[in-house]
């Protein structure tokens, strides 16, 4: 009788929250990668409790690029490159180049992560479980309702990574009113550091991950934009959680003055000191969650720039697959990038955000009534992505000369 009353209407609205469940987790997961964790440990034994101020900065950009993304991608039902090449011919091609290339570099490391992150967890040799790491990636493509298996996925992996810091957090005592306090009131503000946060959170193909699987989905037209802006907003926040207790629980250890080895990897010994055997675990846990969600995020993104409306699934899947195996093979030839390394492609990855995101408000100011469908778009959206789009320009020029700074570090 329950089943009777439910109608193709509720199950149409069902099917939609869960879609834009999953995109906003796979955008949060794919934010939340090997590097994501190693730019946290390293700023946080950098800064102290002074990096919650970069953290909040950081998170506040974030929002107000990924309203804008998410909401002319979602109105218009075009995907970025799509929109790219509407404004300047050929210039779609060239961010979907930009982006796949950024992705497959970045994925190589999200397997190393994930192999990793298994030596942390399991005492596997890291190059196997980078490969245990891909095949189980690979085996969300191969299922016939990948679709439905990638939302459910990423939101699982999303809410264990939180749960297993969360604890950690509490465990490390960190001190939380200092920290509260130095977000508003820093006793110091590094800009590479702000804007490799944001190149790390929303830059390069993190930036459309959750919008292109929202169109995959289905999810388009103005009559949606309230779905699509919470869902953006949600996704960040989560990110921004994430981060902050991940903060806190390696601030509880760094506030002690206890000196840590920056050659390895600061929030894995912060783990273990923190809560010792369990810690170490729990932060193999979390370092392979991370990987496996970002190698998700990255072959998903990157096929997505690189196929259109008019692609088959069993194509799209198919181009996933590959991506993976040749990032995996990658991997397994080259081995794990240095840490370093992985900071620095999140600072090159913030200079890279303003060319696709100017593009993105470019439509929305000045073509919205030929791509967005007649939509009008809001002025305050229009004035604050604007004002995002500039920062990330100075951003990115503040962090010339630290990302030599960082590499030479």
């Not at 002319?72 to 090449?85: C, D, F, P, R, T």
């Not at 091609?93 to 490391?109: K, R, T, Y």
């Not at 590479?192 to 929303?202: A, D, E, H, K």
Request: no cysteine; glycine share 14%.
């Amino acid at each position: 009788m329950a089943d009777a009353l439910v109608t193709p209407k509720d199950q149409a609205a069902q099917g939609r929250r869960t879609a834009l469940l999953g995109s906003l987790f796979l955008m949060a997961t794919s934010a939340i990668g090997p590097g994501f964790i190693t730019q946290t440990g390293q700023f946080t034994y950098t800064l102290g409790a002074a990096f919650a101020f970069a953290i909040l900065i950081s998170v506040i950009i974030d929002i107000a690029v990924q309203l804008n993304v998410w909401r002319i991608i979602g109105v218009s039902g075009m995907k970025a490159q799509e929109l790219a090449n509407s404004v300047i011919p050929g210039l779609g091609i060239f961010l979907a180049i930009l982006v796949a290339l950024g992705g497959f570099v970045f994925n190589v490391g999200n397997v190393a992560g994930g192999g990793l992150g298994m030596n942390s967890m399991l005492g596997l040799d890291p190059k196997i479980g980078g490969i245990i790491t891909a095949l189980l990636a690979i085996g969300v493509f191969i299922s016939k309702r990948a679709g439905v298996a990638l939302d459910r996925i990423v939101v699982a992996l999303g809410v264990i990574m939180i749960v297993a810091t969360l604890y950690v957090a509490i465990v490390s005592n960190p001190p939380v009113g200092e920290a509260l306090k130095q977000s508003v009131l820093p006793e110091e503000i590094d800009f590479t550091i702000i804007t490799t946060l944001v190149g790390g959170t929303v830059g390069g193909y993190i930036t459309y991950a959750g919008a292109h699987r929202m169109l995959d989905a289905g999810i388009s037209g103005p009559e949606y934009v309230k779905d699509i802006s919470r869902s953006s907003v949600t996704g960040i926040i989560i990110t921004g959680i994430m981060r902050f207790l991940l903060f806190l629980a390696i601030l509880g250890v760094v506030a002690t003055g206890v000196q840590l080895d920056t050659e390895s990897s600061i929030a894995g010994q912060a783990f273990g000191i923190a809560a010792g055997e369990v810690g170490t675990r729990l932060f193999g846990l979390i370092l392979w969650g991370a990987a496996i969600s970002s190698v998700i995020g990255a072959a998903f993104t990157s096929v997505s720039f690189l196929t259109s409306s008019k692609t088959s699934v069993a194509m799209k899947n198919g181009l996933t697959i590959g991506f993976i195996v040749v990032s995996t093979i990658v991997f397994i030839i080259a081995g794990k990038a240095p840490a370093t390394l992985l900071i620095v492609a999140g600072a090159v990855n913030g200079l890279i955000l303003p060319v696709g995101f100017g593009v993105l408000m470019f439509v929305a100011t000045f073509l919205a009534k030929s791509l967005l469908k007649g939509y009008k778009y809001p002025l305050w959206l229009i004035i604050i992505g604007w004002a995002s789009w500039l920062l990330t320009i100075y951003l990115g020029v503040m962090s010339l000369s630290g990302i030599a700074k960082l590499w030479a570090g």
